[in-house]
């Protein structure tokens, strides 16, 4: 069994040490900070969503810190995550959305043509929410996030088999399939690359 919360564990040693640089906004985000961030995201979605452990919320956006908040409060409450790839065509999304069968769908406003034709067609999705205000009126909005708290969570533990990630593949030989990624493959994907690529603490 391992915890489900490293993100915080880090927090608590290194609280103010920067953990992510914006390379667009040039905006620091320590791991205090992300955590938080993480902490009340974890909330909106278990207690605004209704998301439980294994299920699945699907991500259609550029890479952000918002995503990184999501993926990590996912983690935080044994959700899992799909991470869509944006540069698929419709056809493609829809059958691999509805292969995951995730229970909602968070998108940026760069894909709500997209997001506008897969509705009809993924009636299984109870939720679908913007990112931003660019995108659809009539959908939830992620600034819902920040009527919530950001206090820590009651902790529970995890395999190291439960899931936390499905990737799917290209298809080149098939249909893609969903590459589920476990807590453990994530952790030790980590301890293997700070090992491989000699990465230090200042760095």
């Given at each position: 069994m391992i915890t489900n919360d490293w993100l915080a564990k880090r927090a608590d040693l290194t609280p103010d040490k920067v953990a992510i640089i914006d390379t667009i906004t040039g905006t620091e985000v320590t791991y205090r900070q992300w955590n938080l961030r993480a902490n009340r995201t974890a909330r909106w979605l278990q207690d605004g969503l209704g998301v439980r452990k294994g299920d699945r919320v699907a991500v259609l956006a550029m890479n952000c810190m918002d995503y990184l908040d999501i993926w990590f409060g996912l983690g935080k409450i044994g959700g899992i995550l799909q991470n869509l790839n944006w540069r698929l065509a419709v056809p493609e999304l829809q059958?691999?959305?509805?292969?995951?069968?995730?229970?909602?769908?968070?998108?940026?406003?760069?894909?709500?043509?997209?997001?506008?034709?897969?509705?009809?067609?993924?009636?299984?999705?109870?939720?679908?929410?913007?990112?931003?205000?660019?995108?659809?009126?009539?959908?939830?909005s992620f600034s819902q996030r920040d009527h919530f708290p950001d206090t820590s969570l009651s902790p529970f533990f995890l395999n190291w088999d439960d899931p936390w990630v499905?990737?799917?593949?290209?298809?080149?030989?098939?249909?893609?399939?969903?590459?589920?990624?476990?807590?453990?493959?994530?952790?030790?994907?980590?301890?293997?690359?700070?090992?491989?690529?000699?990465?230090?603490?200042d760095e």
């Open positions: 059958a691999i959305i509805a292969d995951a069968g995730p229970t909602a769908l968070i998108y940026s406003g760069d894909f709500a043509v997209q997001i506008q034709t897969l509705q009809p067609q993924l009636p299984l999705i109870h939720r679908w929410i913007a990112l931003d205000a660019t995108a659809s009126p009539d959908h939830e499905i990737c799917y593949t290209g298809g080149t030989t098939g249909l893609p399939k969903g590459a589920v990624l476990s807590h453990g493959n994530i952790f030790w994907n980590s301890v293997n690359t700070i090992t491989g690529w000699g990465l230090r603490p």
